[in-house]
């Protein structure tokens, strides 16, 4: 038997931590989103749904079956440099969120198409763009409250989808991200640069050299309605270049989750669990 005091303490502590996700402070979280899943409702069920013809163009679709009322739905977008990855690394985040009470929508699209093929990166836009307009338009989906998530090659894509399309997207979040396409080329050309960074900068021009006024988010930042960042300082993806310029061209509009120390994207979150959690408040009090 539970002492007196057990249920009105544990109150306690729920109140706080409400009180502390309205203030978007994530390093007060502390609860593990990686056993997210155990905690499903029986009637919240995954489907894999296609929107084009290619075999990699198919998402995830996780909702509760017993809602009927439209809700707010989340777009998953996985990292990989546009040549490897999957929706799979994203399976417990869409977890918590569906957890949470949103649509999920956890995407694939079409890695390395553009092997050597320069320019094939507008498919990869072109298949996100897609998910976004097919998945808003589904009549269990409010239009109007939108989340684009995504890390690291899928905070490129996050950013850019959360900008020109910002109209359609009320928020999103990038972990890590690759955001501005000019700059990974550019540092990859600097003599000496680290060989991830140099590869980074080769797939970067091979995708998106084509145009890169319209692959980077700059040309649609008036657009973006909120947006998250979160990286870590001395990562590889350089936030000097990247996600921290994004946010602070932002200003107000832009919350900037820094961590000490070089993980980058999945492995930032994985140790940080918080993080995640309190993106999703985050989410939350922005999407509505």
């Avoid at 390093?27 to 296609?50: C, L, P, Q, W």
């Avoid at 900008?163 to 997207?169: E, I, R, S």
């Avoid at 979040?173 to 680290?194: D, E, K, Y």
Wanted: glycine fraction near 12%; hydrophobic fraction near 45%; charge should be neutral.
């Amino acid at each position: 038997m539970r002492p007196r005091f057990f249920y009105p303490v544990l109150l306690a502590v729920m109140l706080v931590i409400a009180a502390v996700g309205a203030a978007c402070t994530p390093s007060h979280y502390g609860s593990d989103f990686r056993n997210v899943a155990s905690v499903r409702k029986s009637t919240v069920i995954s489907t894999v749904e296609s929107y084009g013809s290619d075999p990699l163009q198919v998402v995830t679709l996780t909702r509760d079956m017993a809602v009927t009322s439209p809700r707010k739905l989340v777009i998953l977008l996985h990292g990989g440099g546009w040549t490897t990855g999957g929706r799979g690394s994203l399976v417990d985040e869409a977890a918590m969120y569906a957890a949470d009470g949103w649509v999920v929508v956890n995407v694939s699209y079409r890695v390395g198409v553009a092997d050597g093929i320069p320019g094939d990166g507008k498919y990869i836009l072109a298949d996100v763009e897609t998910v976004l307009n097919k998945y808003r338009a589904k009549p269990y989906v409010d239009p109007g409250k939108v989340l684009v998530y995504g890390e690291s090659a899928g905070g490129q894509l996050s950013t850019w989808l959360g900008a020109k399309d910002g109209a359609k997207v009320k928020a999103l979040v990038a972990l890590s991200p690759v955001s501005s396409i000019s700059g990974a080329i550019g540092a990859g050309l600097v003599p000496g640069a680290a060989a991830n960074v140099v590869a980074l900068g080769a797939k970067a021009g091979e995708f998106f050299g084509y145009s890169v006024g319209t692959t980077d988010w700059h040309r649609y930042g008036d657009r973006v309605q909120h947006a998250a960042v979160a990286l870590s300082t001395d990562e590889w993806v350089d936030p000097n270049i990247h996600g921290r310029v994004f946010c602070a061209a932002l200003t107000n509009r832009c919350h900037l989750f820094e961590f000490p120390g070089d993980l980058h994207a999945g492995a930032l979150a994985a140790a940080h669990p918080e993080l995640v959690t309190g993106l999703m408040h985050w989410a939350d009090t922005q999407v509505g």
